[in-house]
């Protein structure tokens, strides 16, 4: 091995799992769930492949929480009741025959679902109409529906959703909880100036804005208890506006990361277009670097457009514990290894995705 790839190949430790490596793979929907969201053996082979490839942490892709809103795509996989959850069973064995830990991604689509075998209609934390358009390669067209300011009641079911979902997931034998809190979807709603015009307890300026994602964590570690890990995913750009930037800069990186902080979060997981630049115009500092100081004993993990060993070691020494990827581990599933025994690492194809963004026969074989 070369000595100079060493750091990532480090033990470490999230509120007490051990993970052998600070490599993970980023949660990525695949669309490739039996229609009533049941995981399949597809899934479980799929998954294999980068505990096989050496990867100390995978990151499932995002699950949908309950029978109302939640779900956001055809196809998704979800675990709203005990038959999802046994059906996860088998992909969560695949990975941890390899020694690989494997975190459920839990997420609520809100106002951004353009699939859900239960409504038509969709909710969000105020009547506004998301920016951007439906994603064709999860078989959506055109603009997002109108969608309706949720209820307290909707918001409590939400919270709820969040907090059983977490309890099956460990029931599957999942070894930590990832609240999806980022990339536009319901949590990350909440947190956003234009999509939360909310003048009770659940909008107002930042910090209040926070209280969702506060909401749900602090339900889903009352039901799964201390000794799990339960982290939250945050980013500033979305899959339906990119560019995003929290308006208020530092200071929303500080109200965000300080209130996970506060909160008890076993980890931050911070996404990025490029996660080692600068996090705002004109300023110096990376979002991680902003995590690191205002979340200073809480591991994070970083992703965003690392596909090298050396600038997965960069966002490091910026102060991340652990870095994921997304596209570099579907062209390598098996990156760690390839970076062990010095191997090139090749380019991702974006044909993997296209026109649907399912899991192809290729990637199992390959
Ligand atoms: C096909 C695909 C599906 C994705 N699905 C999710 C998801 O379910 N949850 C999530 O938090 N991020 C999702 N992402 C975002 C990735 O986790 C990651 O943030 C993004 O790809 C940037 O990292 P990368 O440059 O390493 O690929 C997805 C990305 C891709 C390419």
């Known amino acids: 091995m070369s000595a100079n790839t060493d750091s990532l190949f480090t033990a470490t430790d999230i509120n007490g799992v051990s993970l052998r490596n600070r490599l993970a793979v980023a949660p990525m929907t695949r669309v490739s769930a039996d229609e009533d969201g049941t ?3 597809t899934m479980a082979r799929y998954y294999e492949r980068f505990a096989r490839g050496g990867f100390g942490l995978v990151v499932t892709e995002g699950i949908y929480t309950d029978k109302a809103f939640a779900q956001g795509y055809f196809h998704q996989p979800g675990i709203t009741d005990e038959g999802q959850a046994q059906a996860w069973r088998p992909v969560v064995d695949a990975v941890h025959r390899h020694g690989t830990r494997f975190f459920a ?17 969709t909710v969000g934390p105020s009547a506004v109409q998301p920016k951007g358009q439906q994603m064709e390669f999860y078989r959506g067209k055109g603009a ?11 918001i409590a079911d939400a919270v709820e959703g969040f907090a059983a979902s977490a309890a099956r997931a460990l029931s599957a034998g999942f070894d930590g909880i990832e609240i999806h809190g980022a990339n536009g979807y319901l ?9 939360n015009r909310r003048d009770d307890r659940w909008g107002g300026d930042t910090r209040r804005r926070t209280t969702l994602v506060r909401s749900v964590f602090e339900a889903v570690r009352a039901r799964v208890g201390a000794a799990v890990p339960v982290g939250v995913r945050i980013s500033q750009g979305k899959v339906n506006d990119f560019t995003h930037k929290w308006a208020g800069g530092d200071q929303d990186a500080e109200a965000i990361f300080g209130t996970l902080a506060e909160a008890g979060a076993s980890y931050i997981h911070v996404t990025e277009h490029k996660v080692w630049e600068p996090a705002f115009d004109g300023g110096r500092d990376s979002l991680v670097a902003l995590a690191r100081r205002y979340a200073p004993h809480v591991p994070l993990i970083a992703n965003g457009g ?5 600038r997965a070691q960069e966002v490091m020494a910026a102060g ?8 570099a581990a579907l062209a390598n599933p098996d990156f760690p290894n390839r970076i062990r025994a010095e191997q090139e690492v090749s380019a991702f194809d974006p044909a993997i995705l296209g026109p649907i963004a399912n899991i192809k026969p290729s990637e199992l074989t390959a």
């Open 105 to 121: 991604q839990l997420m609520h689509a809100g106002a951004i679902s353009q699939g859900n075998r239960s409504r038509d209609a």
């Open 144 to 154: 997002y529906p109108m969608p309706a300011a949720m209820t307290e009641e909707q």
């Open 320 to 327: 991340a514990d652990i870095v994921a990827l997304g596209k």
């Open 187 to 195: 949590i990350d709603q909440f947190l956003t100036d234009y999509a």
């Open 39 to 41: 995981a399949t053996e």
């Open 306 to 310: 690392v596909q090298d060993a050396a």
